[in-house]
């Protein structure tokens, strides 16, 4: 196994995080085109402005991504912003933001982790031939010992058994 296998939900992670931030940025966008009074219009503007600053999350990394969501979320935070976000209402959409995140990087994290953990670790074909030549040593003793009583019945044991393996692997490659 070459990953975590957290892929698939880091994916749905990274898809609502994805349309939680463009549904925040269409329902300012609306804000905008419908405010009658003008400061409520600035208000709009200054937040859509932090919306730009911080690009499009398609076009980037799960780890680009993250990190410009904490800039966007901690820059919607600020004093003067947090009050502008209030006063629109989008307090409680900013923090499940936030939130959903802060979950995101947990997961992300996570499988990077894992994975760095698995590419660390041997696959089977490495781990063969130790192995192998650990059981050829054993069975070359076990050869050797053949003629001491105590040791005749496990030699007739491990001939038969590699016998039917090599009979068996015979009839494979036919």
């Known amino acids: 196994m070459n990953n ?25 966008i609306g804000m905008s085109r419908s405010a009658h009074e003008v400061s409520k219009f600035a208000d709009t503007e ?23 969501l904490t800039g966007f979320c901690k820059e919607m935070g600020n004093t003067d912003n947090a009050a502008i976000v209030e006063t629109l209402g989008l307090t409680e959409a900013l923090a499940r933001l936030k939130n959903m995140n802060t979950n995101f990087k947990a997961t992300y994290l996570n499988q990077v982790t894992a994975n760095a953990y698995l590419h660390r670790k041997d696959t089977a074909v490495v781990m063969y031939k130790p192995l192998e030549d650990a059981l050829r040593q054993f069975y070359t003793l076990v050869e050797a010992m053949k003629n001491i009583p105590s040791w005749q019945k496990l030699y007739a044991d491990l001939s038969e058994l590699s016998q039917r393996n090599k009979f068996k692997n015979d009839v494979k490659l036919k």
């Open 4 to 28: 975590s296998g957290l892929e698939t939900k880091i994916a749905e992670k990274d898809a609502h995080n994805d349309n939680m931030y463009f549904g925040l940025k269409e329902i300012v």
């Open 46 to 68: 200054k937040i859509l402005s932090i919306f730009q600053k911080h690009g499009n999350m398609n076009k980037k990394t799960y780890s680009q991504q993250s990190a410009a």
